[in-house]
């Protein structure tokens, strides 16, 4: 007992989480009770239990389950929640229930499942139940089937869907156990019961016994029609009706209507993939000479073709290889099954055969003549199951071909077809142009002289004639003879008229009209309205017996109109509901039983005051009964006797008038009841003190009887009075209850009544009847105000100014009647709602049938050859619609008559015929839907005409058209497509233009409107500028109904030239789609908002905003008051609940507050796919909010959702509170639910309460801080879903918010590119809010100071300009802060640029402007740029070669204010340097000699502070590296070079260059974008100076060098930015345009150098791997040159050279896979087509060099290489093994240890000791004062270990300076052997010696030495291309050859001597070949010149330095 007492203390819901299973026991008890205690749905209680509802029916207790069930249930029916929980407790139910041993459990769970469906869950009710169907469990397997049966048996195959069940019968009749085989037979049966027929062809896999025992069972089914017995929730009233319907006996025909709408067999089938399925070699074999292999083929595909569904594609080589063998195979056995064939595709695909229709057709035409009669049946059946893809009037033109064939087995089969065409047709789809064209042809056929070509034709006539009467058909038949006359009528009596399926018409003709009416029980998703608005306003708690006790003498038919009878203007079945009318006696003794004798007596009596106590008593007896004990009529008929409602007291009267208010919403009240007060009431409206209460009385009865029936008898009655005060009030009450309504009159019948208020002599009554013509123009437009155009003019000016009042109103919606009461939302009632108001102006006015008046004759003089004749034919036709204002929708062949006139040769003509269609149009009104389809595409066809005039006419008439039409019936025939696939750039741009205004606001189309997606593409590439810009704007329309998808799907099938365009025009255009909009109740903001709400916090949170983005409304608030007061209460009550407050307690400290479920990862991903709406609103909705909430509680508890989602501010701040302490504990929750709670946040924002705003934003600032610590990145969806709505609260009216909002925007700039808030802030400065524009500007200003215009974007100059363009704001602020702003960008740039940046400003502003530029330059001066080009240092890098000095750094092109001041400060500040100014002296004049001495470099002093870059915080350094890099591909040349020069001052800095380790590939990749766009921009705009396109290029290259040049940074690119790179740099190469321009050769020269320093400094396999892939590139496309892959296999064989000195650095598995790739995709038998096998010798180099010098081992490398077995590579390998003695001896396990060492040997490794002592020496040689020193000791060490192995010390430096050692040391070798050297040679300082190698040491004089001038000027002689040296001895760059592979596969020897270039030498101008002298480079030999010519070069060289 003691485990009893703990577990009884606890709450409910930790009873239900028990151990214990009684305690669970008594919980679920306790849970039930307080299930249906609970009476408001959306109680906060539930969702405490909804989590929890899974282990309520998986409970392990079978006594314990039974009652969880019982709660589950209870919990369903009363809890709004219960749908979230749907497929949890449906899965549950399924594995514990279905399973259980008690039957009773079986029963409650299969319950549930019933109680979800009716929750309107089916689809995952369903979707759980297939899933069970695959249970282990046959017990359970059971169950489900049986659930599924009762679902499908209790709510029809309408909401229980049978096509997802069909698949899974199968498997369930050959299921080993025998119960599951039974049920799933009844399931089968049932199945039979809803869609009959059309389960059998699913039953061809079944076992034929089954079968005959299925059969069977539906025999005794019969023609059992089913009904639906359970209904959903939104279909409660539908189950009254039905009730109803059933007591009056018209059950039957609802049921009749609802079997009768037959399934389609075919869409239950599953469709089959054939053209997947066909044999590899079908088309290889029906092309055969063999006809046994053709036949095996065909074969083949008959079996496939036989499938009754075909999945769609691409049919059209299959279909043309089939019409081949019909066409052409000389084996008629052959062609019989291609026939057999085709026709099995064409039923397969249906209308997916259309495209091929035609041509199929065209082609059994012309083979019917073949005479086995096997061939002839087969073409039969293939051409009738083309027919129903095509129309007769496609194929005219061979039929009538046909017809004239002097074949006869031809006209007769032709004639055979076109009967059985006929017979299908119908008048619509047999017009009389058709039908003239087929019955000339046939006249002549009917005179053959073969009998079965005769028999056809008579066939075809007689059947044709049964289709369009013989009325119609007698005019073309005038020459027949009375014998062939009495043939074609006797055929026409035995012809049979089939419809599409092959079914007699004469069947479909009775449940024809049955089929016309809507079923609502089959429609249950809009059952609910239908039954609502068929139903009164009052309230839906009334009791519903009264509606079935008045609805019993409703006439069948009205009961079955369903959907139809809710249209009605009057309400369907409420204008039905009739009752029989009481005698007086009866009356009097009903009224006596109602009420007592003294009331009775009381009514009648004399006294007022009696009689008003009297009337009081009868509304009390009245209200207090219920609407099934109260008869309306009675009650009426008692208060209507004398004195009645013509009481003078108007006391009593008011009584009465609020009594029959009363009733009029709380009964039945019936028209008879109405007849008997209406009268009265009429005469009272006018009465001074009760008018209102009369007009309240009579809106009320308009509810219960219909507005139409009391409005005409209401008007009627008053027009019978003299009375001029009742007739202008009637008016006045009918005005108002039209806009209360909507428009529920019969306006016909209302006109001859308004006609007569304005010919009343009453001023009054005429305004009444204006102002009522005024309310009715808002509904029915121009249409209303032409029934008036017959009266006087003064009256019609009034009617005039009336109607201009109200002109371009909606109007209002109603809020009474029946469309209060119906749930408007639904899309399909809106667009009946249209269709009823459009029958209803229909049914207003008068129309004329002008059909008799267009006669055959005068079509025919519209057919005339004269122009005159069709012209007087038109004119005629203009003067009959002149007539009739309004036009029947009945106009004979008029329609087909203008669609020839559009048409026609004569262009003024086709204006005329435009007119007449643009005034038929507006006269047909609403019917123009008939006539759409003939017109439409005619009128569409007059878009492509030459005259722009006639154009304009054709989209004005068009457009009349569509403004009562939509484009549904124009795309379901295929217009559009047809259109554009016409090659007429008029018609292609003038209609893709008109659709993309059309498309963007329409309903969604039909699939056939995907046809226009390849031609839509097709214009993308037109010729015409004007038609691709159509098409690039109709993108977008087109992708909203047809989904990006399906253009992507076409694209994908496009020629790869065409491809990569257009895709990128489509990628751009679905950033601009927008979003799915989530479908949204329409009855009105804050209902929208709150209906699909879970709780009534989230509900009151959409509500409490005031701001105007939010939806809220007073009433919504008013409703959530006495929720927050009992909440409240509860807060207060905590001291009394001492157990309660310790359960709430203990919640919060168990459960944290969010977590991890959902990562952010999927909802960006869903929001990038449009799963979910856009977080972008300019005012807030219930969309967003519902949204945010879904995502949201799947990831924070249930308490913190509570808080967040509260309307108390109270919550919202605790919440905040809560994630402040959740900061340090939960920071990766916080992290990845970080989108989550900014969202949250924007949402807080438009809250008013100051103490929980600055909560948030105190609480963004930490979290902000929190992640800049951790150097996080914001998610671009992040940063777009907060940032702009946080710039809005800039603009706060109190000044610490925006204070703390600028702090927060500070922080920001450290998580997210400042380049990107600079975007966001500019869209700030749109704002109407002067504080937040202010703000935005000066955080602008801030911004250029810190970054320079760098950050501007889009552009500096679209940038300035909108900040300029403040200056003139009426605002002071707003002005100040504008010229703050752009005063510091006046800084920064300089007067000339920044005038030119920001254009003309007005004069008062630039006067503003300059006198602010004044003021500042006077406290700081601008910044000068700099004039010269040159390097701020001297470069450093002792390996950096001459012909490197000679690529320009990106800083020497830049002046200082785009150098270092535009850096942002905290990440690149300005560097402090003490700088030494260096002036150019006074050239002295030297003897010649000098020049050649070794000079000594001076010391320069520049000292400078340490740079402040190690107190930046790694966070921001990232974050601007990312915005400086970015800048690189900007197209402004400056803009680009101002960002390389950034990364130049980093890249100085060995400690800030780490900095950039993690943006190397970006670097390298905007790099190689900038390449390719200045190659392919910048070089083609002569608007760019060359000059700044050279200066680009050095730019480029330098920062380029410089990151080759860090061994950190050089290696960490990865290979496919290494092959980009690589890329660009060749095509730089073979760009020729590059060496025609000044300096051009020298840029070539240094790109030579950069390829090898990248194949030298970047990671050897990255580098190696891009190379072949490059490479295998060049072969794959022929759009490379034959010189662009040279190059690239020049640049392998330089690394196949590297290959032996960095094996040991080569990750050998990758380059194995590459080249594994490379054979795979190109394998060497398919070289000996191809020109040239040079890159396969290349490939086969690498992989035969790195088997050399791997040996055997390297097979051991394959493992990156799938099945290696089958490779390539490993043949290759193993064969270059076998020829290699060693590697074949290791391959054995022996070896060759001479051998080995030999080939394989390796230089000895050094030691430390050794290593640091070699670098000693290096060092040396480096400085200048200690060269010799250095080259002695070199040569010392290398006599003392001549085992040593140098290259790793002097393949780091460059060829000229290893040339210079190795020439020093043989000096050395000369001297020490007693030979005599040059001074010069000894000195070793020539030309080979850079300046670049020798850097400025501490030992050197510090003075000034005119010798180092004279080096400066060296090195700018260099630098220039002005060295008086070879070019292509200043540096090898590939220098030497790379030795092409033989033939074999052995590698060539290496010919050191022979050299080739990697690209073409750059040319040399004359001048330059003069001066250049070969022998130059000789330090032999001293250059022997003229000193006038020196002095000339020194001049030269002075002027391109200043330049």
């Excluded at 006046?1386 to 530029?1413: A, C, P, W």
């Excluded at 290759?1772 to 054995?1788: C, G, H, I, T, V």
Aim: net charge neutral.
């Amino acid at each position: 007992m003691g485990d009893d007492s703990e577990w009884m203390k606890l709450p409910t819901d930790e009873k239900v989480q028990h151990k214990v299973w009684k305690a669970r026991l008594a919980g679920y008890e306790e849970a039930c009770k307080l299930f249906g205690s609970i009476t408001n749905e959306k109680s906060p209680e539930f969702n405490k239990y909804a989590g929890l509802m899974k282990k309520f029916v998986t409970d392990t207790n079978a006594v314990a389950q039974e009652k969880a069930l019982d709660a589950v249930i209870a919990f369903m029916e009363n809890a709004n929640v219960a749908g979230r929980v749907c497929q949890d407790i449906i899965q549950g139910v399924i594995t514990k229930c279905f399973n259980a041993s008690k039957q009773k459990t079986k029963e409650k769970g299969i319950e549930i499942v019933m109680l979800y469906i009716e929750m309107e869950k089916q689809d995952i009710v369903q979707e759980c139940l297939i899933e069970g169907l695959g249970n282990k469990q046959p017990k359970i397997v059971i169950v489900t089937i049986q659930a599924l049966r009762m679902a499908l048996r209790d709510f029809g195959n309408k909401i229980m869907p049978i096509k997802p069940l069909v698949p899974k019968l199968p498997k369930l009749l050959e299921d080993r156990d025998k119960n599951v085989r039974e049920e799933a037979k009844l399931l089968i049966i049932e199945m039979y019961r809803w869609i009959k027929q059309a389960i059998k062809p699913q039953m061809t896999n079944f076992n034929p016994i089954q079968v005959a025992e299925l059969e069977a069972e539906f025999e005794k089914i019969g023609n059992e029609k089913p009904q639906q017995q359970r209904f959903l929730r939104s279909q409660q009233d539908l189950k009254a009706k039905m009730e109803e319907q059933a007591i009056a006996g018209g059950g039957g025909d609802e049921g009749e209507d609802e079997a009768e709408d037959e399934v389609d067999a075919y869409e239950l089938l599953s469709a089959v993939d054939i053209l997947a399925m066909l044999p590899k070699d079908f088309y290889d074999k029906i092309e055969a000479k063999k006809w046994q292999e053709r036949k095996e083929a065909l074969e083949a595909l008959e079996k496939l073709a036989s499938n009754p569904k075909l999945e769609g594609g691409d049919y059209g080589q299959l279909v043309r290889a089939l019409q081949k063998v019909i066409s052409k195979d000389t084996n008629v056995m052959l062609v019989a099954l291609g026939g057999k064939c085709l026709a099995g595709i064409a039923i397969g695909l249906r209308k997916k055969f259309t495209p091929y229709g035609v041509s199929t057709v065209q082609c059994i035409l012309e083979k019917f003549k073949e005479k086995k009669q096997m061939v002839v049946v087969a073409l039969r059946d293939c051409i009738d199951a083309a027919f129903p893809c095509i129309t007769l009037d496609a194929v005219q033109e061979d039929i009538v071909a046909a017809l004239d064939n002097k074949n006869p087995s031809i006209k007769a089969e032709t004639a055979s077809f076109l009967a059985r065409c006929f017979a299908k047709s119908t008048m619509s789809t047999l017009p009389k142009k058709l039908l003239k064209l087929f019955c000339t042809s046939l006249m002549k056929t009917v005179s053959d002289t073969a009998l079965e070509v005769r028999e056809a034709s008579f066939q075809a006539l007689g059947t044709a004639m049964k289709v369009v009467s013989e009325k119609h058909m007698m005019p073309f038949l005038v020459d027949v003879d009375n014998i062939k006359m009495q043939k074609i009528k006797e055929c026409c009596d035995s012809a049979v008229l089939l419809n599409m399926k092959g079914e007699p018409r004469s069947g479909q003709a009775a449940s024809k009209p049955a089929d016309n009416q809507p079923k609502p029980v089959q429609r249950p998703a809009t059952a609910a309205p239908s039954a609502a608005k068929g139903s009164s306003s009052r309230p839906s708690t009334a009791p519903s017996g009264g509606k079935s006790k008045a609805s019993s003498g409703a006439p069948k038919k009205a009961a079955a109109k369903g959907k139809g009878a809710k249209k009605g203007p009057t309400g369907g079945d409420k204008q039905e509901i009739t009752e029989a009318v009481l005698s007086d006696e009866a009356v009097d003794e009903k009224a006596e039983e109602l009420f007592t004798a003294d009331v009775l007596k009381q009514l009648v009596s004399a006294n007022w005051k009696e009689r008003l106590e009297g009337i009081q008593r009868v509304t009390d007896i009245v209200k207090e009964k219920s609407k099934e004990e109260l008869k309306t009529q009675v009650v009426v008929r008692t208060v209507a006797k004398k004195p009645g409602l013509k009481d003078n007291n108007f006391q009593v009267l008011k009584c009465k008038m609020d009594l029959l208010a009363h009733l009029g919403k709380n009964t039945v009240f019936t028209k008879v009841s109405a007849g008997y007060v209406l009268s009265d009431l009429v005469d009272k409206i006018a009465d001074v003190k009760n008018g209102s209460a009369v007009q309240e009385a009579l809106s009320c009865i308009s509810e219960a009887c219909s507005l139409e029936f009391v409005g005409k008898e209401v008007i009627t009655m008053a027009f019978e009075q003299k009375n001029p005060k009742v007739q202008s009030e009637s008016l006045n009450w009918l005005s108002t209850a039209i806009k209360e309504f909507g428009l529920k009159v019969n306006v016909k019948l209302l006109i001859e009544n308004i006609k007569k208020s304005f010919a009343h002599t009453n001023p009054v009554v005429r305004s009444a009847g204006i102002g009522l013509c005024g309310v009715i123009f808002m509904y029915m437009g121009q249409n209303f105000r032409i029934m008036f155009d017959n009266e006087k003019p003064a009256l019609l000016k009034e009617l005039d100014a009336e109607i201009e009042k109200v002109k371009g109103e909606k109007p209002p919606a109603p809020v009474r009647g029946l469309a209060a009461g119906g749930d408007a939302e639904d899309e399909e009632d809106d667009a009946d709602q249209d269709d009823k108001d459009d029958d209803k102006i229909d049914d207003s006015l008068p129309r004329t049938d002008i059909s008799e008046r267009i006669t055959p004759e005068l079509v025919d003089e519209m057919a005339d050859k004269n122009w005159k004749i069709r012209k007087e034919a038109l004119e005629k036709v203009e003067a009959i619609l002149k007539e009739a204002p309004f036009v029947a929708p009945s106009l004979g062949p008029l329609p087909e008559a203008l669609k020839l006139r559009l048409n026609d040769n004569n262009k003024i003509l086709i204006g005329t015929t435009l007119g007449i269609c643009s005034s038929l149009g507006t006269k047909l009104g609403p019917h123009c839907k008939v006539h759409i389809k003939v017109m439409g595409p005619a009128i569409i066809s007059c878009f492509g005409d030459s005259k722009p005039n006639l154009r304009a006419s054709a989209v004005s008439t068009l457009n009349v058209w569509m403004e009562i039409c939509n484009l549904i019936p124009l795309v379901e025939q295929e217009t559009f497509s047809d259109a554009l696939k016409l090659e007429n750039p008029n018609l292609r741009q003038e209609l893709l233009g008109w659709l993309s205004e059309k498309l963007p606001n329409h309903k969604p189309l039909p699939p056939e409107f995907k046809l226009c997606i390849p031609h839509l593409l097709s214009c993308l590439e037109d010729r015409n500028g004007e038609v691709r810009k159509k098409a690039q704007d109709a993108i977008v329309p087109f992708m909203i109904h047809t989904g990006y998808d399906s253009v992507f799907r076409a694209c994908s099938k496009l020629k790869p030239a065409s491809k990569d365009q257009i895709m990128a025009i489509i990628e751009k255009a679905k950033a601009n789609l927008p979003a799915k909009p989530v479908k949204a109740k329409k009855g009105g903001p804050a209902k929208a908002a709150s209906a699909p709400v879970v709780t009534d916090d989230f509900e009151d949170d959409v509500k409490a905003p005031s701001r105007p983005l939010s939806t809220a409304s007073s009433e919504g608030a008013t409703e959530s008051k006495p929720e927050t007061k009992t909440k409240t209460v509860r807060g207060k009550a905590k001291t009394a609940a001492p157990a309660a407050s310790k359960k709430k307690k203990t919640e919060e400290d168990t459960s944290p507050p969010m977590n991890l479920t959902v990562p952010k990862e999927k909802r960006f991903k869903d929001e990038k796919s449009l799963k979910v709406l856009k977080w972008n609103f300019i005012q807030l909705t219930g969309e967003y909010v519902e949204q945010l909430t879904l995502q949201m509680e799947k990831n924070f508890s249930k308490g913190m959702m509570d808080m967040m989602f509260n309307v108390d501010f109270k919550q919202h701040t605790k919440a905040i509170e809560i994630l402040i302490k959740s900061l340090d504990t939960l920071t990766d929750e916080t992290v990845g639910n970080l989108d989550l709670l900014l969202k949250w946040f924007t949402v807080r924002f438009l809250d008013t309460n100051p103490s929980m705003l600055n909560k948030a934003l105190e609480y963004l600032r930490k979290v902000f801080t929190m992640l800049v610590d951790m150097d996080f990145s914001l998610h671009e969806y992040e940063a777009c879903s907060f940032i702009p709505y946080l710039i809005i609260k800039v603009g706060d009216a109190k000044d610490n918010v925006r204070k703390d909002v600028r702090g927060i925007i500070k922080i920001l700039y450290k998580l997210y590119p400042v380049s990107k808030m600079f975007t966001f802030l500019m869209d700030g400065i749109k704002s109407k809010n002067a504080k937040q524009r202010m703000e935005c500007i000066e955080e602008l200003g801030n911004l250029i100071e810190s970054y320079g215009l760098s950050v501007c974007q889009p552009s500096p100059n679209v940038a300035l300009k909108n900040i300029t363009g403040q200056i003139g704001d009426r605002d002071n602020g707003v002005r100040n802060a504008a010229l703050n702003a752009a005063v510091q960008a006046y800084m920064v740039v300089g007067e000339n640029q920044f005038y030119k940046l920001t254009g003309n400003l007005n004069d008062k502003d630039q006067s503003l402007l300059d006198e602010r530029i004044k003021r500042s330059l006077k406290n700081k001066p601008a910044p000068k740029a700099k004039e010269e080009e040159r390097p701020k240092t001297a470069p450093t890098q002792p390996q950096r070669s001459a012909s490197q000095t000679q690529i320009q750094r990106p800083t020497t092109a830049l002046p200082k204010s785009a150098s270092s001041t535009s850096m942002k400060k905290t990440f690149l500040p300005e560097f402090e340097y003490q700088k030494t100014e260096m002036e150019m002296p006074k050239l002295y004049q030297y003897d010649l000699d000098e020049l050649f001495k070794p000079l000594e470099m001076p010391k320069i002093n520049r000292a400078r502070d340490p740079s402040p870059m190690t107190r930046v915080s790694p966070a921001d350094a990232s974050a601007t590296i990312g915005v400086v890099i970015a800048q690189i591909t900007s197209t402004d040349v400056l803009t680009c070079i101002q960002a390389l020069a950034q990364i130049d001052e980093l890249l100085k800095d060995e400690e800030h260059a780490r900095l950039l380790g993690g943006h190397v590939d970006q670097l390298m990749l905007h790099i190689s974008m900038q390449f390719r766009m200045t190659l392919s921009t910048h070089m083609n705009n002569e608007d760019v100076p060359k000059e700044d396109v050279v200066r680009l290029y050095r730019c480029l290259l330098g920062t380029l060098l410089a990151l080759t040049q860090n061994p950190f940074l050089a290696t960490k690119t990865s290979k496919e930015i290494l092959k980009d790179l690589f890329n660009s740099l060749i095509t730089l190469l073979l760009d020729q345009r590059l060496s025609l321009l000044n300096d051009g050769p020298q840029v070539v020269r240094s790109v030579n150098v950069m390829i090898v320093k990248l194949m030298e400094k970047s990671d050897y396999t990255n580098t190696m791997c891009a190379l072949i892939k490059s490479l295998q590139d060049c072969v794959a496309t022929e759009t490379f040159s034959p010189k662009f892959s040279e190059l690239v296999m020049k640049c392998i064989w330089k690394m196949i050279k590297m290959i032996p000195e960095i094996i040991n650095d080569l990750a050998v598995d990758r380059i194995l896979l590459e080249t594994h790739l490379f054979l795979r995709n190109f394998p060497t038998s398919t070289w000996k087509s191809r020109p040239s096998d040079l890159p396969l010798r290349t490939i086969k180099t690498v992989i035969h060099t790195l088997a050399m010098l791997k040996g055997a081992k390297i097979l051991g490398q394959l493992n990156l290489i799938d099945a290696s077995e089958n490779s390539e590579v490993k043949m290759f390998l193993q064969k270059s093994l076998k020829k290699d003695p060693n590697a074949r001896n290791e391959m054995n396990g022996t070896s060759d240890d001479t051998d080995s060492v030999k080939s394989h040997q390796k230089p000895k490794k050094l030691n430390k000791s050794t290593h640091d002592m070699l670098a000693e020496i290096f060092k040396k040689i480096g400085s200048k004062e200690n060269t010799i020193e250095g080259l002695n000791n070199l040569y010392d060490f290398k006599k003392k270990h001549p085992e040593a192995d140098l290259d790793p010390f002097l393949k780091m430096s460059s060829q000229y300076f290893q040339n210079y050692i190795e020439r020093g040391l043989k000096n050395i070798e000369r001297e020490r052997e007693g030979k005599v050297l040059s001074q010069t040679e000894s000195m070793g300082y020539g030309p080979t010696v850079p300046s670049a190698i020798s850097a400025p040491s501490a030992s050197s004089d510090d003075g000034l030495d005119v010798n180092f001038y004279l080096n400066k000027l060296r090195t700018i002689r260099a630098k220039c291309g002005l060295e008086n040296t070879d070019p292509s001895k200043q540096e090898n760059v590939i220098s030497k050859k790379e030795d092409k592979p033989e033939k074999s596969e052995k590698i060539a020897p290496e010919e050191k001597n022979e050299t080739v270039e990697i690209c073409v030498k750059p040319v040399l101008s004359s001048s330059e070949n003069r001066e250049n002298n070969p022998q130059a480079s000789s330090v032999t030999q001293a250059p022997s010149a003229d000193v006038s010519e020196l002095k000339q070069r020194l001049e030269r060289i002075k002027k391109l330095a200043k330049s």
